[in-house]
T-cell receptor
Framework: GNSVTQMEGPVTLSEEAFLTINCTYTATGYPSLFWYVQYPGEGLQLLLKATKADDKGSNKGFEATYRKETTSFHLEKGSVQVSDSAVYFCALAGGSYIPTFGRGTSLIVHP | DTGVSQDPRHKITKRGQNVTFRCDPISEHNRLYWYRQTLGQGPEFLTYFQNEAQLEKSRLLSDRFSAERPKGSFSTLEIQRTEQGDSAMYLC????????????FGPGTRLTVL
């Protein structure tokens, strides 16, 4: 079956540091890929998405590129802020794919 | 657009009781999903509907769980004879069947089985 694997957290960074959260997936074919974010006390919300190979999704300074050859969709941000502290979920979905989420990676950003 | 809503937000019940949760999706969305999430885990797919048709159900889903979406709008998730292992956050999400497949999540219903 399909699966999504994320790096374990928590990831702890100082403000303005560079962020990478790794995500790899296993699926037949080419699903759409997503990053969702869950801020403390809130529900999941879409952060960015990519629907085909080599697409780059971006939002709020975050970016992720759909890499077919490495089956990866790593999340990056050049300079994190305290307000980015949240749990980040990588997911695949689309068409006939059952939505599949990773376990989530907690990000803690210190001032 | 009021987003996805879920009711109740919290439910405490005793083992063996039945519980029912409701989800109201974004009005123009034809797909509706139910997930279960436990601490430190991502959402685990339970089932989804396209309009009123239940198209997929997780093989891991016990027969004690049943979901309906009778008119293709709101949906209910019922758990019969609850067990302590059912304690979790139950999430509902909706999306369009065409297009980007991004899902919009509700705030969840937290179930505690004593």
């Amino acid at each position: 079956g399909n699966s999504v694997t994320q790096m374990e957290g928590p990831v702890t960074l100082s403000e303005e540091a560079f962020l990478t959260i790794n995500c790899t997936y296993t699926a037949t074919g080419y699903p759409s890929l997503f990053w969702y974010v869950q801020y403390p006390g809130e529900g999941l919300q879409l952060l960015l998405k990519a629907t085909k190979a080599d697409d780059k999704g971006s939002n709020k300074g975050f970016e992720a590129t759909y890499r077919k050859e490495t089956t990866s969709f790593h999340l990056e941000k050049g300079s994190v802020q305290v307000s980015d502290s949240a749990v980040y979920f990588c997911a695949l979905a689309g068409g006939s794919y059952i939505p599949t989420f990773g376990r989530g990676t907690s990000l803690i950003v210190h001032p | 657009d009021t987003g996805v809503s879920q009711d109740p937000r919290h439910k405490i019940t005793k083992r063996g009781q039945n519980v029912t949760f409701r989800c109201d999706p974004i009005s123009e969305h034809n797909r509706l999903y139910w997930y279960r999430q436990t601490l430190g885990q991502g959402p685990e797919f339970l089932t989804y509907f396209q309009n009123e048709a239940q198209l997929e159900k997780s093989r891991l889903l016990s027969d004690r769980f049943s979901a309906e979406r009778p008119k293709g709008s709101f949906s209910t998730l019922e758990i019969q004879r609850t067990e302590q292992g059912d304690s979790a956050m139950y999430l509902c999400a909706s999306s369009l069947a065409e297009g980007g497949f991004e899902q919009f999540f509700g705030p969840g219903t937290r179930l505690t089985v004593l």
